[in-house]
């Protein structure tokens, strides 16, 4: 199984521009996140679904939109990027909720210069 | 809202020694999950282990264990017998038992320095 995929893993963008973080999960797991990691801090949620067609507003929602037409994928879409918005970006998906582990994907390095 | 700290930004160990990883957090739940996920250079977050605040027991996972403090909501690391490979950023975080989001609450992170 490959898991929870992200593509791609590096990306420079300049001041307003847009791009699409892509996540795909071949775990039928209901549920998928989008979480930054700033330097020097912890992941911050951003975007969280709990499946197809239903997805909300995390901690740090500014700047970005999701959309989940189909269990498998969950992109992210920056519009109008800005300094403030580099960081390494995570997707993540669960089965449930409680104790079951969050699988992460292996996170989009995003330069915006 | 629930908050996790991290007050140890870096701890280092000898090779084969012991470390512990200091957590604290704040919740009014009484019913709640703990997580130590392991960071390595390369980037990617790996679950090392889990703790059910129901559950009394301490858990562990081979050389991994924790020592989980309800009262005092604190919920500490140990890596035994620690290896070159544990070298890494670890994070401490925490979920709330239901609700519909699921997602974790993460500290800043502790990062660990294993010398030979």
């Known amino acids: 199984n490959a898991g929870v995929t992200q593509t791609p893993k590096f990306r420079i963008l300049k001041i307003g521009q847009s791009m699409t973080l892509q996540c795909a999960q071949d775990?039928?797991?209901?549920?998928m996140y989008w979480y930054r990691q700033d330097p020097g801090m912890g992941l911050k949620l951003i975007y969280y679904?709990?499946?197809?067609?239903?997805?909300d507003k995390g901690e740090v929602p500014n700047g970005y939109n999701v959309s989940r037409s189909t269990t498998e994928d969950f992109p992210l879409r920056l519009e109008l990027a800005a300094p403030s918005q580099t960081s390494v970006y995570f997707c993540?998906?669960?089965?449930?909720?409680?104790?079951?582990?969050?699988?992460f994907g292996d996170g989009t390095r995003l330069s915006i210069l | 809202a629930q908050t996790v700290t991290q007050s140890q930004p870096e701890m280092s160990v000898q090779e084969a020694e012991t470390v512990t990883l200091s957590c604290t957090y704040d919740?009014?739940?009484?019913?709640?999950?703990l997580f130590w996920y392991k960071q390595p250079p390369s980037r990617q977050m790996i679950l090392v282990i889990r703790?059910?605040?129901?559950?009394?027991q301490n858990a562990t996972e081979n050389r991994f264990s924790v020592n989980f403090q309800k009262a005092a909501k604190s919920f500490s690391l140990k890596i035994s017998d620690s290896q070159l490979g544990d070298a890494a950023m670890y994070f401490c975080?925490?979920?709330?038992?239901?609700?519909?989001?699921?997602?974790?609450?993460f500290g800043k992170g502790t990062k660990l320095s294993v010398k030979p």
């Open positions: 919740t009014s739940e009484s019913d709640y999950y």
């Open positions: 993540a998906s669960s089965h449930q909720t409680g104790n079951q582990p969050q699988h």
């Open positions: 679904s709990v499946g197809a067609g239903i997805t």
């Open positions: 775990m039928n797991h209901n549920y």
């Open positions: 703790q059910e605040a129901y559950k009394q």
């Open positions: 975080a925490y979920r709330n038992y239901g609700g519909s989001q699921g997602n974790l609450i």
